[in-house]
């Protein structure tokens, strides 16, 4: 199934976070929504997921308006999505195993032992095959989101959803998740939806890459394409987070400044 946003906008009362985005996301690829804090990226991965629903617009996983959905269909939906929240998300009273057997215990009539061995399965998929009897707070913090990407995958989904996979984690082991995000897709054939504001990220995996900027989408490309775009606010960006200098190649007079007028958008 394709996933397609047209037309998307949301408030928070007088806030416009999302002005009228437009992006189809590639099957089986890594897709990242990429744009500063406060640019509408983790609105725009929450009403993909129907967390939040748009004033206008619609998400559409295979032509179907998931926020027209019945409850039932909806729910379905639901177990072909899998989810890694920024923080892990994970319960601290629970030990490894039975945070990643939570999916199967709400979405499924599965046996015990059946249960057992899926989340098994998952542990090893993120290489904590040994993990599973211990508490949250006895893990690191890639560990923890390891976990969450094992929980994310347990029901076998067709869609992965990360919100913000490397935040609080070191150069290193920010590495390892990108990587595992990476063979994970690819293996399973999985359609991945990254948000990140990380630009080692998008350079390392990142296939399909959406910029917002304002709550608009603003450039729309390749990470082959991005050192090259011409979008100023993109431009702008990638320079601040010091990965790459797009303007290494501009002559010496080049205005490195962003400009004052309307904001031009890419189509």
């Known amino acids: 199934m394709s996933i397609v946003v047209e037309g998307l906008h949301k408030t928070f ?4 976070v999302l002005k009228g985005i437009d992006f189809a996301f590639e099957t089986g ?33 295979d032509g179907i308006d998931i926020h027209r959905l019945p409850y039932r269909q909806m729910r379905e939906l639901r177990k ?8 892990g998300a ?52 890639g560990m923890k989101k ?19 996979p490397n935040s609080g984690l070191d150069p290193e082991t920010a590495e390892v998740i990108d990587q595992l995000i990476r063979r994970l897709t690819d293996e399973l054939g999985i359609t991945t939806v990254v948000v990140s504001h990380d630009m080692k990220s998008v350079l390392s995996i990142g296939d399909h890459i959406l910029f917002v900027f304002q709550g608009h989408r ?26 790459i200098d797009v303007f290494a190649s501009k002559p010496s007079g080049y205005n490195r400044s962003l400009p004052t007028g309307p904001i031009e958008r890419r189509r």
């Open 13 to 16: 009362g007088s806030h416009h």
């Open 218 to 243: 603003q450039w729309v490309g390749t990470r082959e394409e991005v050192s090259s775009a011409e979008d100023p606010y993109l431009q702008k960006f990638i320079e601040i987070s010091g990965v």
């Open 146 to 164: 390891r976990v969450g990407i094992a929980r994310a995958l347990v029901l076998g989904p067709r869609y992965l959803f990360c919100d913000e």
């Open 90 to 141: 994970l319960f601290d009273s629970q030990t490894v195993a039975e945070n990643v057997a939570f999916p199967l215990r709400m979405f499924t009539q599965l046996k015990e032992r059946e249960i057992r061995d899926r989340v098994q399965l998952s542990l090893e998929r993120v290489n904590l095959p040994k993990a599973g009897a211990l508490y949250p707070g006895e893990i690191s913090g």
């Open 80 to 87: 072909q999505i899998g989810m890694l929240f920024q923080g």
């Open 29 to 61: 690829k890594i897709n990242m929504i990429i744009g500063a804090s406060g640019s509408g990226k983790t609105v725009l991965l929450k009403c993909m997921v129907g967390l939040l629903t748009p004033e206008e617009g619609r998400v559409s996983f």
